[in-house]
């Protein structure tokens, strides 16, 4: 069930000086939600910027109706939300979209996070970390520079084993987090279950876990971040190409997803 | 003080003049969560055209302005899968349904059109001569009378629905082409659909949209939409509905007092999906507060007598 509903900042935390950590009061959306599920925000009353903004949920508490949000500042609208205060209020929709499957009990677990892209990861984190028998996980997690590893000890510290990846080499590994997934598959390559892979991030992160994945013959999900209009299905902005025989070309990130099984999707003729 | 909010749009009876527009609605389901959908006055669908339709590739929207720009490009699943999918859903809750018909020929429309009127949950027509977004989605139909008057004249032979006709902006002069529209049949006109523009991305240094143009919806556009009902109302003696940027009851009213008989939320919905009843709820109180009893009353009251 979709609901509608003004949500209060609870708590605001500037995690990074580019990421805040919003808690807001949503117990309707946060009593549904499942781990890869969005929100769609109304970052302002006014009409400028004009469109909804959509955030993974991050984690929630069904006890108190809380629910974290994670927002990186990349433009106007983000830059509303995340300089919201304490008692401010939002006009949330959600739970929306299609979230991440769980895998069978004893598959181990491999979690694939690009900078702010870690915050629905966490969610899975949890829930698989929590299950009557919790999973293997093995957390990368990779962004620019230090900075970008927004939340990484509260992802890091769900994750079996847990890889820190950056470009510039300023804090853990120095590389592409893809760069660390390989080397990973390859070591898992003769193992009797292969693992699940599980990714959110960039674009060309998102079609490197796609490519690796698929020649390891390991099931990948991905969880993709598109401009949107509605939200809902209605509108068919926010598509992405489909590499299935049957059903639309275009499928719709914000219905269809944003969780899509990588095999499903065309990345040849992803737009940028 | 109880208010009438009925329209008669064309022999097409409506308990209140608060409409979806085509495309923005999806097909009724999308919204059921958060939209009372037997509240509205009228559902009306994305565009159906014959065979099914992919659409434009990626990225399909932007944001601008106060509004935003879209090429979606007619995605569809096609005139039986409609029917066979999409029709029993959007038929439930039971208020008149309106099918939106595209096509890339005279041929098509007429195709659409004859086999939509033999079903008895279509209630109206409207057709889509308007689309900026694909090369043959009809907009050089909307643009110039002539081609306006043999469509619509094609279409009316082979249906007696209501038959509701959806005219572009991007037009020098709008009223010939309205006035060719009621001369070859149409019973109600919409206007008005999206305005053809574009953005640019300064940092790849190429056009956002893959399509390159599209249509620009939004509060952005609301002047222009009222003008062109003001229009539109001075030029012909039929119903109009219009549209464009409506996000309050205030808004509507404008469209209203310029000439509308009834009105359609699109973009707004994206904002805020309560939009619809928003606007039907100030409709209401602005009559009872003006001691209006019937809105149709209002209909064009900002000409001039």
Redo the contacts between chains.
């Keep these: 069930?979709?609901?509608?509903i003004s949500a209060r900042v609870e708590r605001r935390e500037q995690v990074t000086p580019v990421h805040v950590l919003l808690r807001v009061h949503a117990p309707e959306i946060a009593a549904d939600a499942q781990p890869g599920q969005f929100v769609h925000l109304?970052a302002s009353e006014a009409?400028?910027?004009?469109?909804?903004r959509p955030f993974s949920v991050m984690r929630t508490e069904a006890a108190t109706g809380a629910l974290d949000l994670l927002i990186q500042v990349v433009g106007r609208g983000s830059r509303l939300v995340a300089d919201a205060v304490t008692g401010a209020t939002f006009?949330l929709?959600g739970p929306l979209g299609v979230g991440f499957p769980l895998p069978p009990p004893g598959t181990p677990v491999s979690l694939v996070a690009g900078g702010v892209g870690v915050a629905p990861l966490i969610f899975l984190a949890e829930a698989l970390s929590s299950a009557a028998s919790p999973y293997e996980i093995t957390g990368l997690f990779g962004a620019r520079t230090a900075e970008f590893l927004c939340c990484w000890t509260e992802f890091a510290g769900r994750c079996t084993r847990f890889t820190a990846v950056t470009e510039d080499g300023s804090t853990g590994q120095q590389g592409l987090v893809t760069d660390f997934l390989a080397q990973h598959l390859a070591a898992q390559a003769s193992r009797r279950v292969l693992p699940t892979v599980y990714a959110c991030g960039p674009l060309p992160m998102l079609a490197a876990v796609a490519h690796l994945c698929s020649e390891h013959e390991v099931t990948a999900f991905v969880s993709l971040e598109?401009?949107?209009?509605?939200?809902?299905?209605?509108?068919?902005?926010?598509?992405?190409?489909s590499a299935r025989a049957e059903g639309?070309?275009?499928v719709r990130v914000c219905?269809d997803g944003p969780v899509f099984l990588a095999g499903d999707l065309d990345w040849q003729?992803m737009?940028? | 003080m109880s208010v009438d909010l009925s329209v008669n749009l064309g022999g097409l009876l409506l308990a209140n003049p608060v409409m979806v527009a085509s495309g923005t609605f999806g097909y009724g389901t999308e919204y059921a969560d958060l939209v009372d959908l037997s509240s509205l006055g009228a559902l009306v669908t994305k565009a159906v055209t014959l065979e099914s339709r992919e659409g434009n590739p990626p990225p399909r929207i932007c944001e601008t302005p106060a509004g935003m720009l879209n090429a979606i490009g007619l995605q569809n699943p096609g005139l039986e899968a409609f029917v066979a999918d999409k029709l029993p859903t959007l038929a439930a809750p039971g208020v008149p349904v309106i099918v939106n018909v595209a096509g890339a020929s005279l041929e098509e429309y007429v195709a659409v059109a004859e086999r939509l009127s033999a079903h008895a949950s279509v209630a109206a027509l409207e057709l889509n001569i308007s689309c900026p977004n694909v090369a043959e989605g009809g907009m050089h139909y909307g643009v110039c009378p002539q081609s306006t008057r043999d469509l619509v004249a094609a279409v009316r032979s082979v249906s007696r629905l209501p038959l509701i006709v959806k005219l572009s902006p991007n037009v020098t002069a709008i009223q010939p082409i309205a006035q060719a529209a009621v001369e070859a049949g149409a019973d109600v006109l919409s206007v008005t659909n999206t305005l053809l523009g574009m953005a640019i991305d300064v940092e790849r240094q190429c056009p956002v949209l893959a399509n390159v143009t599209g249509g620009l919806s939004g509060p952005a556009i609301r002047p222009v939409a009222v003008r062109l009902v003001w229009e539109v109302f001075r030029a012909v003696r039929v119903p109009i509905i219009g549209l464009g940027g409506i996000m309050t009851a205030r808004d509507a009213l404008e469209f209203i007092l310029a000439g509308a008989t009834a009105v359609a939320v699109g973009t707004a919905s994206f904002v805020n999906p309560r939009t619809v009843g928003e606007v039907l709820c100030g409709l209401r109180a602005y009559c009872e507060e003006s001691g209006v009893t019937r809105l149709a009353d209002l209909v064009g009251a900002a000409h001039p007598s």
Excluded: F
């Design positions: 069930m979709i609901t509608s109304r009409y400028d910027p004009l469109l909804r006009d929709l598109r401009w949107m209009g509605c939200g809902v299905g209605a509108c068919l902005g926010c598509v992405v190409p639309p070309r275009y219905k003729a737009p940028e």
